[in-house]
């Protein structure tokens, strides 16, 4: 950032100083921060984070845990760490003072202007009417955004005033918090997961009426292995609906969920037809098993090796898909964590979501089809292995997908039967990279970026007595393509009917990988990579952060496919491309029409033929 940078809650130039300015230079004394520790309803007196509350106790807070206690399973304030508690009483008044919201001072009334890393939690906006603010209408929104010092925070955009509505910790975290007090030991990690939202908006007016429903679902990442889900209906007055725990969770899962690792996969929400009737539900992976973090080659796990779907309203297990006995849907090969978001599809076009994608630690990728007309749970889904890209006992080829599949419906690229090609065979066309998410600087495995057709566009592929039949393929099965000088030529053959891989420039011994997903425009791929250091910093007083790259494939008709890629400026791991629309001065005719660019970290990037896409992506 320029040093004359201003956030948008600053008042003077903050520029790249996060202790300066931005959103936590905002906060108001009166905050409320919140948790569940007597019932759901987190403004109840007794969930209140402050001195007068003798529900706050030192056990609660964690006081006597060390680094240990935070390492392997959800962190458990009761158990014995054999330290003794160091904090007198007006250090301990402090503390809950702090992780109240306030300073660290024993009759402190005023916020401490500062909140920790939201490091994975991409914030959400929820809008709940109009204001008007100097002369103008603006919305009335809240931003909700986690961090990993445990709490979700509940901000307004207004510029003139930012108030803070609420800040709720779950009571599982608090040690966290106490931790980020602290300031020792290594990086702890709280509500880092991802956010999902559900409106029922009965009028489509995008605004959460007084007559509506608002859920927020809440993962923890690297915090544990559980989803929260809020109802923030009325923002001043939340209330924690459901809590759904995974198998390493201090009191144990909850029935069903004994697959459930870190909760890392988002809860996707999905219209279903359930018993006849349509339901709202939510579906996801089972999340990331932390013995990954020290297997370098495939093994078979039994944590986070499952697909789940629950009820919206009530967190009711409703389907499960895993290689447990359990499972409605037992799939003997599902034997590696799925920490990746599920993509939903719904492939008949009659509003309720009947195709579901997903990959897994193991190089795997799933197909599932939903029949919504079933009236019995076993009966209500088929599916199967559609591809196998890694091996087992090989470090190089373990391959791992951290991230979601980029699903696109598409019939651009050429099928070859003999010396045809034919460019309308109708697809989903399955994008993804793969890298060691949990290492960035490991360069024992080879990774690739990946191209998958699925040619089974209405419904599964059927035997001879009907029979819904999922057959995969392997890495050996895929074309093969590879830059040269900058440049690659992607000529459509029999064996790319399946599909292909790039190689990646850099992989293997250089450590290449993919760690964000891709997005598909006009049928043009874009994706990021990472490149680790080669202990070469530019200058004695710098760090060499790794480089990125930003690849181009564009699939055409007949032989005209290629790809590109380009060095871009960011250090660290580059994110996800994000689509935006510029701005048009409306009384400017002679301007062109909004065209689309990517936004990767602070990089605009002009895309390839600026169309935006018509086509089908999910």
């Known amino acids: 950032f320029k040093d004359s940078a201003r956030s948008f809650w600053s008042q003077t130039a903050d520029g790249d100083n996060v202790t300066a300015g931005?959103?936590?230079s905002r906060l108001q004394d009166d905050r409320k921060v919140v948790s569940n520790i007597v019932s759901n309803d987190l403004m109840h007196a007794n969930n209140r984070i402050r001195k007068s509350n003798n529900n706050i106790t030192r056990e609660l807070?964690?006081?006597?845990?060390?680094?240990?206690?935070?390492?392997?399973?959800?962190?458990?304030?009761?158990?014995?760490?054999?330290?003794?508690?160091?904090?007198?009483?007006?250090?301990?008044?402090?503390?809950?003072n702090w992780v109240g919201g306030l300073k660290a001072q024993e009759g402190s009334t005023e916020s401490r202007r500062s909140m920790e890393d939201p490091l994975h939690s991409t914030p959400v906006l929820l809008n709940y009417g109009e204001l008007t603010i100097d002369g103008k209408k603006v919305?009335?929104?809240?931003?909700?955004?986690?961090?990993?010092?445990?709490?979700?925070?509940?901000?307004?955009?207004?510029?003139?005033?930012?108030?803070?509505?609420?800040?709720?910790?779950?009571?599982?975290?608090?040690?966290?918090?106490?931790?980020?007090?602290?300031?020792?030991?290594?990086?702890?990690?709280?509500?880092?997961?991802?956010?999902?939202?559900?409106?029922?908006?009965?009028?489509?007016?995008?605004?959460?009426?007084?007559?509506?429903?608002?859920?927020?679902?809440?993962?923890?990442?690297?915090?544990?292995?559980?989803?929260?889900?809020?109802?923030?209906?009325?923002?001043?007055?939340?209330?924690?609906?459901?809590?759904?725990?995974?198998?390493?969770?201090?009191?144990?899962?909850?029935?069903?969920?004994?697959?459930?690792?870190?909760?890392?996969?988002?809860?996707?929400?999905?219209?279903?037809?359930?018993?006849?009737?349509?339901?709202?539900?939510?579906?996801?992976?089972?999340?990331?098993?932390?013995?990954?973090?020290?297997?370098?080659?495939?093994?078979?796990?039994?944590?986070?090796?499952?697909?789940?779907?629950?009820?919206?309203?009530?967190?009711?297990l409703l389907w499960k898909a895993s290689s447990t006995s359990s499972a409605d849907?037992?799939?003997?090969?599902?034997?590696?964590a799925i920490p990746s978001n599920v993509v939903?599809?719904?492939?008949?076009?009659?509003?309720?979501?009947?195709?579901?994608y997903v990959a897994d630690l193991g190089g795997r990728v799933w197909r599932i089809d939903l029949d919504n007309e079933a009236t019995s749970v076993g009966d209500y889904a088929t599916g199967g292995m559609i591809a196998d890209l890694g091996k087992d006992n090989s470090q190089g080829e373990h391959v791992r997908f951290y991230e979601s599949l980029d699903v696109v419906y598409s019939r651009e690229f050429s099928y070859v039967e003999g010396n045809q090609q034919y460019s309308t065979k109708p697809r989903y066309m399955l994008n993804i990279g793969s890298g060691y998410r949990a290492h960035p600087l490991d360069t024992a495995a080879r990774d690739n970026f990946y191209v998958l057709f699925d040619y089974n566009v209405n419904g599964p592929k059927r035997d001879s007595s009907g029979k819904a039949k999922y057959e995969h393929v392997t890495k050996e099965d895929l074309q093969k393509y590879a830059f040269s000088n900058g440049d690659l030529d992607i000529t459509p053959t029999t064996k790319s009917n399946n599909g292909f891989y790039v190689e990646l420039i850099d992989a293997g011994a250089k450590g290449?990988?993919?760690?964000?997903?891709?997005?598909?425009?006009?049928?043009?791929?874009?994706?990021?990579?990472?490149?680790?250091?080669?202990?070469?910093?530019?200058?004695?007083?710098?760090?060499?952060?790794g480089s990125?790259?930003?690849?181009?494939?564009?699939?055409?008709?007949?032989?005209?496919?290629?790809?590109?890629?380009?060095?871009?400026?960011?250090?660290?791991?580059?994110?996800?491309?994000?689509?935006?629309?510029?701005?048009?001065?409306?009384?400017?005719?002679?301007?062109?029409?909004?065209?689309?660019?990517?936004?990767?970290?602070?990089?605009?990037?002009?895309?390839e033929d600026g169309r935006f896409p018509l086509k089908k992506t999910f």
Not at 72 to 95: H, M, Q
Not at 329 to 335: D, H, V
Not at 553 to 578: F, N, Q
Not at 585 to 599: F, I, M, T
Request: hydrophobic share 30%; proline share 5%; with cysteine.
């Open 22 to 24: 931005v959103r936590a």
């Open 61 to 96: 807070l964690g006081t006597t845990l060390r680094d240990a206690n935070f390492e392997g399973p959800d962190v458990d304030p009761s158990i014995d760490s054999g330290y003794t508690d160091s904090y007198t009483t007006a250090e301990f008044t402090k503390l809950v």
């Open 139 to 316: 919305p009335d929104s809240t931003l909700f955004v986690g961090t990993n010092s445990g709490y979700l925070h509940a901000f307004d955009t207004n510029e003139n005033n930012p108030k803070e509505r609420f800040a709720f910790i779950p009571k599982e975290l608090l040690p966290v918090a106490t931790r980020y007090y602290e300031g020792v030991g290594k990086k702890k990690y709280g509500l880092d997961g991802p956010i999902s939202v559900w409106h029922d908006d009965k009028n489509n007016n995008k605004i959460i009426d007084s007559n509506e429903k608002a859920y927020l679902y809440v993962g923890m990442r690297r915090g544990g292995s559980s989803y929260y889900a809020l109802d923030v209906s009325n923002r001043d007055n939340p209330k924690l609906l459901w809590q759904i725990n995974g198998k390493n969770h201090q009191n144990g899962p909850t029935p069903g969920f004994e697959e459930l690792g870190q909760t890392w996969s988002k809860m996707v929400p999905i219209d279903i037809k359930w018993n006849g009737d349509k339901k709202k539900a939510l579906v996801f992976g089972g999340g990331y098993d932390i013995a990954e973090d020290t297997t370098f080659t495939r093994q078979a796990h039994s944590v986070g090796n499952a697909i789940y779907i629950v009820d919206a309203e009530t967190g009711n």
């Open 329 to 336: 849907l037992k799939l003997s090969a599902m034997t590696s």
């Open 344 to 356: 939903a599809v719904d492939d008949s076009s009659d509003g309720y979501v009947d195709l579901l």
């Open 512 to 545: 290449e990988k993919v760690l964000s997903s891709s997005v598909t425009l006009n049928n043009t791929i874009y994706f990021t990579s990472f490149r680790p250091s080669d202990g070469v910093a530019a200058n004695s007083c710098s760090s060499d952060t």
């Open 548 to 607: 990125s790259r930003l690849y181009r494939i564009s699939l055409r008709e007949g032989g005209d496919s290629e790809g590109a890629v380009e060095e871009i400026e960011i250090p660290g791991i580059a994110p996800r491309p994000v689509v935006v629309l510029p701005n048009i001065d409306p009384d400017c005719r002679d301007c062109d029409e909004r065209n689309p660019q990517l936004l990767i970290s602070t990089k605009i990037i002009d895309v």
